[in-house]
């Protein structure tokens, strides 16, 4: 019932939309395609990459038993499935992305706040994940060419951080991944489900090669000591969970970019659970396996897929693995750090910034903020993540509490586009200081652990920054909004 409310309690048509607020890619979609596979091929797309890939693996180096590890990586992504579903609802029902559905809380003028603080995000995770990309390229064609080998010593030939060949493969990806966006929405579904089952293919082949050359007996799924036992394991897996959700807060957060296209909730759900909790564990299943038979087959722990393949005496297996890596990367890229701000930045200006402008203003400043520098150890990895967590999360809680808690689950679609002041969503002058409030109280508590890191009990607060700023800023804004 609240579905249909969303959809028919005054649902516009194209011509009484404000230009102001609309355009092609913002109003609501007349129809609704995707299927449970296409939900299910996304989260592969986004689990299924060199970034994915080490982080599952360095929580096995936590120092906790294998299923202690398992045990947290299933809280997390359930904890994640749970998320998504709540946050998939309001945009699946009304047909609209992200920063449409936060007009309903933040105001039609206000949700370019959320906007904003989520295209930057964006930016800068499109340049990481571009940059784990080109590395992948970098090593295989550093095989097959070693002549290039000077040429990827930053000190020889290098600018802002980066060598000479690594600039090449970045750029090199930067241009691919601009182009299959430019495309459009079909062939990027096409491309993502090709992508996720492309990548199990390979890791499956690369495992039974390990096994094939190890044997059997070598697997282990401690790919380092158990340091923590009894109680002292708890708040070692509470950390972990704590970093699953947080890798995976910026594509939850506007995951309705994407259910927008679902034909049913139902199907979205279906989707997530097949993508999240199926998928992510037998992924990280995969990865431990893979990475444990590196140590007897070539004498020391690799816990990046690219570096393994490289290590195949078979130039065709090399070559093979590095693109299926390099593809799924630039997969993740584009659904998780190319489409959301492309919706973000055109909600600015509907009709000066269309979707591609918009992706296009995302990929030039992936490059600026030179994302070598932001992950490039395991310390950085965890700081970044924390930092993004602390701006996330409060936009999250604001969402969920402003659709569920204050709104009771009914959106009229109708005044997402009206700029009249009688418009529910006009609040004071476009903007609802409730909202705004409640966000900057979140953010501001969740990121003061993180900066101040060497404070008491500092450290281990900045793991939970998304946890602390989506539950306060939860709290605080249905606190300050009377139901509707």
């Known amino acids: 019932m609240t579905e249909i409310l969303a959809r028919t309690e005054e649902t516009a048509t194209a011509t009484e939309l404000d230009p102001r607020l609309a355009n092609d890619d913002l109003r609501p979609l007349a129809e609704q395609r995707w299927g449970a596979y296409n939900i299910f091929a996304f989260w592969m797309s986004d689990v299924h990459s060199v970034g994915g890939y080490v982080t599952a693996g360095s929580l096995f180096l936590l120092g906790l038993s294998s299923w202690q590890v398992l045990v947290a990586l299933l809280i997390g992504i359930g904890i994640v499935q749970v998320f998504c579903n709540l946050v998939a609802k309001p945009s699946q029902a009304a047909a609209v992305p992200y920063p449409v559905i936060c007009r309903s809380a933040f105001g039609v003028l206000g949700a370019n706040i959320p906007a904003v603080i ?120 509470l950390g972990a969970i704590a970093l699953v959700v947080s890798y995976f807060s910026g594509p939850m957060l506007n995951f309705g970019d994407f259910s927008r296209y679902g034909r049913s909730f139902a199907a979205v759900r279906r989707g997530n659970l097949l993508g999240l909790p199926v998928n992510f564990l037998a992924f ?25 393949v ?28 190319f489409i959301s701000p492309a919706f973000d930045f055109s909600n600015l200006s509907p ?17 600026l903020i030179t994302p070598w520098n932001l992950y490039d150890n395991p310390e950085v990895i965890h ?4 930092t993004l967590g602390a701006f996330i999360g409060p936009l999250f809680g604001v969402l969920i509490a402003d659709y569920y808690l204050v709104r009771r689950q009914v959106i009229n679609v109708g005044d997402l586009f009206s700029m009249s002041p009688t418009g529910t969503y006009w609040y004071r002058k476009g903007f609802n200081p409730r909202a ?19 404070g008491p009990g500092m450290a281990t607060a900045a793991q939970y920054s998304w946890f602390i700023g989506m539950g306060l800023s939860l709290v605080v804004y249905r606190a300050v909004s009377p139901k509707c």
């Open 310 to 337: 490289a290590r195949i005496d078979s130039t065709t297996a090399i070559v093979l693995g590095a693109l299926t890596f390099t593809t799924a990367t630039i997969g993740i890229n584009i659904v998780a750090n």
């Open 284 to 308: 990280s299943v995969l990865v431990v396996v893979t990475a444990s038979l590196t140590v007897p087959a070539f004498g020391q722990l690799i816990t990046d897929p690219v570096q393994t």
């Open 351 to 367: 009709q000066r910034i269309s979707w591609r402008t918009g992706g296009m203003i995302a990929a030039v400043g992936s490059v």
């Open 118 to 237: 989520r295209g930057l995000i964006a930016v800068a995770w499109y340049g990481i994940q571009t940059y784990l990309a080109s590395a992948a390229l970098d090593v295989l064609l550093l095989k097959l060419f070693p002549a290039l080998t000077r040429y990827a010593d930053v000190q020889q030939h290098g600018f802002l951080g980066l060598s000479a060949l690594g600039w090449g493969s970045f750029m090199l990806l930067w241009v691919l991944q601009a182009a299959v966006f430019w495309t459009g929405m079909n062939t990027i579904r096409r491309f993502i489900d090709f992508c996720g089952p492309a990548v199990y293919v390979v890791m499956i082949l690369l495992a039974g090669y390990l096994v094939f050359r190890a044997g059997w007996g070598a697997i282990d799924l401690n790919l380092g000591a158990v340091k923590y036992e009894g109680l002292d394991v708890i708040p070692v897996m």
């Open 383 to 386: 700081y970044t993540l924390e």
């Open 436 to 454: 705004i409030i409640a966000t900057v109280i979140g953010a501001a508590v969740a990121v003061t652990p993180v900066l101040w890191s060497t």
